[in-house]
């Protein structure tokens, strides 16, 4: 069992930045990828970005390329979105979920934990 808890979301006006992190506990030895995942208001969840826990390969979409970085730090039990310039069409709920096993990165189905989320909101 991996919990997920998310944070560092928040109102912010379009052209800022956010960092979003998240903190896997629990079981994590098992834990093959970590995602950022969105949904935004009346949309379905998309995928966002995806790291491998070990060795640091990383997976965007093609929405947010150049804008967001994602990055894990191992000592630390964190993974972080660094996202910048932000727009408007970003405002969502932002959710980490981590995946035991190698395979796709951006099927939210894939994955087997999820955090609550945590809400970004960018207006213009």
């Known amino acids: 069992q991996v919990q997920l808890v998310e944070s560092g979301g928040g109102l912010v006006q379009a052209g800022g930045s956010l960092r979003l992190s998240c903190v896997p506990s629990g079981s994590t030895l098992n834990v093959y990828r970590m995602g950022w995942f969105r949904r935004a208001p009346g949309k379905e969840r998309e995928f966002v970005a995806a790291i491998t826990w070990s060795g640091g390969v990383t997976n965007y979409a093609d929405s947010v390329k150049g804008r967001f970085t994602i990055s894990r730090d191992r000592t630390k039990n964190t993974v972080s979105l660094q996202i910048n310039s932000l727009k408007p069409e970003d405002t969502a709920v932002y959710y980490c979920?981590?995946?035991?096993?190698?395979?796709?990165?951006?099927?939210?189905?894939?994955?087997?934990?999820w955090g609550l989320g945590t809400q970004v909101t960018v207006s213009s």
């Open positions: 979920a981590s995946r035991r096993t190698a395979g796709s990165y951006s099927v939210s189905g894939d994955y087997d934990y």
